[in-house]
């Protein structure tokens, strides 16, 4: 099971950060996952890491404002977002990829979900 929390109201260029915590089993050798999804859009990636936090990816809306990162100790990673804009609004989620060996960017890639979070930035 995945939880996320610290969604909320933002004013544009103020910052939030998300926690996903995993419970039920071990997510330490997961790769795991941000995405996100706005009214009438698809679910869009936003950002992975690999198990060892040793590799990250970013979309390139979000690079440079958000970071990933993992405490494997805690079972739980973060999402950092910072310079927030009005078009970072949507439900934001936590995925996770059992397959240690890759780290994807693509929706089907991953078999747990938390039932997400939702991030608002007013202008």
């Known amino acids: 099971q995945l939880v996320e929390s610290g969604g909320g109201l933002v004013q544009a260029g103020g910052s939030l950060r998300l926690s996903c915590a995993a419970s039920?089993?071990?997510?330490?050798?997961?790769?795991m996952g941000w995405f996100r999804q706005a009214p009438g859009n698809e679910r869009e990636f936003v950002a992975a890491?690999?198990?060892?936090?040793?590799?990250?990816y970013y979309a390139d809306s979000v690079k440079g404002r958000f970071t990933i990162s993992r405490d494997n100790a805690k079972n739980t990673q973060y999402l950092q977002m910072n310079s927030l804009k009005p078009e970072d609004t949507a439900v934001y989620y936590c995925?996770?990829?059992?397959?240690?060996?890759?780290?994807?960017?693509?929706?089907?890639?991953?078999?747990?979900w938390g039932q997400g979070t939702q991030v608002t930035v007013s202008s």
């Open positions: 039920g089993r071990t997510f330490s050798r997961y790769t």
């Open positions: 995925a996770a990829d059992p397959r240690a060996s890759t780290v994807g960017m693509v929706v089907a890639g991953y078999d747990y």
């Open positions: 890491i690999s198990w060892s936090a040793g590799s990250k």
